[in-house]
């Protein structure tokens, strides 16, 4: 048995989205910005596709832009108000994700004022510290709402009711929570989303970023003025079709499977801290509903997920972008761990395919291997 529970890392293409995404690369074939019949057929499918992106988010379709994924979207927000503004102070997060955190450093070493808030112990991001931060020449504020290795839900309408009172954008990353719980830009006062194809069972190259008619953007790539002038370049047609019908999907079904998920995941919690000197990290309940992610100590968590690969569990330590690096996780030091704890981590995310079969044989596993490390680990209590 193999069982797969690195869904935030990525997820398999539904097989209803790949069949959807067929006839885009050999039948209808178009560029969409042609005259003809050819193009005006793939211009329907991106124009179909934003209305799909726009309904799931409480947008207007002429806000979303389509991008190749959170990565580019992230970049596009801050990078785009930060060069519209051309100088000024940015506020976001220590424990966002890494393109975040290095946008933000990338926009530091050229000028700009960065204040990264710091997170209680369960990664959460204060509206009040938000507001204490705010200053005169403030450009925009990046929280995102999901965290993508610890999963703590932040109250992302607070935080966008003080960037809304302050007049000041607000940019939350989506990635990991659309589809999963609700999101609605006009409840949550947000100004600018990013979104990625590949979390929510659609393709790979594929991602959107909201902005809110008003918003001031400059954008990164220059061209033949695409995506109404913030991404241009001919569009990847079959990749935000799929996107289109995987967010459709996703976010239809989500009061059945996310549901079944929540069960799932708090019984593996349950088994889980059964283990000796284990914990959970992030907010016991304000938490996306798949995502599990503990620590142990006296195991590095390379060996550990590497065993668990051997045994049949796919999983990882740390997030997927970065768990090559050798670096304890920022997202842990910033909610108090010491280096030698967060070393020690593992993040489990289920997907619609998990059951409770493979629930119970990744837990079980899950024991036998940290039992197995700690036996032959140099490291005693």
Same mark, same amino acid.
């Given at each position: 048995?193999?069982?797969?529970?690195?869904?935030?890392a990525t997820t398999p293409v539904d097989p209803r989205v790949l069949q959807?995404?067929?006839?885009?690369?050999?039948?209808?074939?178009?560029? +969409?910005?042609?005259?003809?019949?050819?193009?005006?057929? +793939?211009?329907?499918?991106?124009?179909?596709?934003?209305?799909?992106?726009?309904?799931?988010?409480?947008?207007?379709?002429?806000?979303? +832009?389509?991008?190749?994924?959170?990565?580019?979207?992230?970049?596009?927000?801050?990078?785009?108000? @930060?060069? @519209?503004?051309?100088?000024?102070?940015?506020?976001?997060?220590?424990?966002?994700?890494?393109?975040?955190?290095?946008?933000?450093?990338?926009?530091?070493?050229?000028?700009?004022?960065?204040?990264?808030?710091?997170?209680?112990?369960?990664?959460?991001?204060?509206?009040?510290?938000?507001?204490?931060?705010?200053?005169?020449?403030?450009?925009?504020?990046?929280?995102?709402?999901?965290?993508?290795?610890?999963?703590?839900?932040?109250?992302?309408?607070?935080?966008?009711?003080?960037?809304?009172?302050?007049?000041? !954008?607000?940019?939350?990353?989506?990635?990991?929570?659309?589809?999963?719980?609700?999101?609605?830009?006009?409840?949550?006062?947000?100004?600018?989303?990013?979104?990625?194809?590949?979390?929510?069972?659609?393709?790979?190259?594929?991602?959107?970023?909201?902005?809110?008619?008003?918003?001031?953007?400059?954008?990164?790539?220059?061209?033949?003025?695409?995506?109404?002038?913030?991404?241009?370049?001919?569009?990847?047609?079959?990749?935000?079709?799929?996107?289109?019908?995987?967010?459709?999907?996703?976010?239809?079904?989500?009061?059945?499977?996310? !549901?079944?998920?929540?069960?799932?995941?708090?019984?593996?919690?349950?088994?889980?801290?059964?283990?000796?000197?284990?914990?959970?990290?992030?907010?016991?309940?304000?938490?996306?509903?798949?995502?599990?992610?503990?620590?142990?100590?006296?195991?590095?968590?390379? @060996?550990?997920?590497?065993?668990?690969?051997?045994?049949?569990?796919?999983?990882?330590?740390?997030?997927?972008?970065?768990?090559?690096?050798?670096?304890?996780?920022?997202?842990?030091?910033?909610?108090?761990?010491?280096?030698?704890?967060?070393?020690?981590?593992?993040?489990?995310?289920?997907?619609?395919?998990?059951?409770?079969?493979?629930?119970?044989?990744?837990?079980?596993?899950?024991?036998?291997?940290? @039992?197995?490390?700690?036996?032959?680990?140099?490291?005693?209590?």
């Open positions: 048995m193999m069982v797969y529970l690195d869904h935030s959807f995404m067929e006839p885009y690369f050999s039948e209808k074939y178009g560029n +969409a910005s042609s005259l003809h019949s050819f193009g005006t057929e +793939a211009r329907k499918a991106v124009e179909e596709a934003r209305e799909k992106v726009a309904k799931v988010i409480g947008a207007k379709p002429e806000e979303v +832009a389509f991008t190749s994924g959170g990565t580019e979207s992230n970049n596009t927000a801050i990078k785009g108000a @930060a060069f @519209a503004a051309r100088k000024g102070h940015i506020i976001t997060s220590s424990v966002e994700h890494k393109c975040v955190m290095e946008t933000c450093n990338w926009l530091q070493d050229r000028g700009f004022k960065v204040t990264f808030l710091p997170v209680d112990r369960y990664g959460a991001v204060s509206a009040g510290d938000v507001k204490a931060a705010m200053r005169k020449d403030t450009i925009i504020v990046s929280v995102m709402h999901g965290n993508n290795e610890i999963g703590t839900i932040n109250d992302i309408k607070a935080i966008g009711k003080v960037c809304r009172d302050a007049g000041v !954008p607000f940019h939350t990353d989506v990635v990991q929570s659309v589809t999963k719980v609700p999101v609605d830009v006009e409840r949550m006062n947000i100004d600018m989303l990013s979104i990625s194809s590949h979390k929510i069972y659609g393709p790979k190259g594929a991602g959107a970023l909201y902005v809110r008619n008003g918003t001031k953007l400059e954008p990164l790539m220059h061209g033949g003025g695409h995506e109404r002038g913030l991404r241009s370049g001919t569009e990847n047609v079959a990749g935000i079709a799929g996107f289109g019908e995987a967010i459709r999907l996703a976010d239809a079904e989500r009061s059945t499977v996310m !549901p079944r998920l929540e069960g799932l995941r708090d019984k593996m919690i349950k088994d889980v801290l059964k283990i000796e000197d284990s914990w959970l990290n992030g907010h016991p309940k304000m938490r996306l509903p798949h995502n599990a992610h503990f620590c142990f100590r006296r195991i590095e968590g390379e @060996a550990l997920v590497m065993r668990l690969d051997m045994e049949g569990v796919a999983a990882s330590t740390g997030s997927a972008c970065s768990s090559k690096k050798l670096e304890p996780s920022h997202v842990l030091l910033a909610i108090g761990l010491k280096p030698e704890e967060a070393h020690g981590s593992l993040r489990l995310t289920l997907g619609k395919q998990n059951d409770a079969g493979q629930v119970k044989f990744a837990t079980e596993t899950i024991c036998k291997v940290v @039992a197995g490390l700690r036996a032959m680990s140099p490291f005693k209590r």
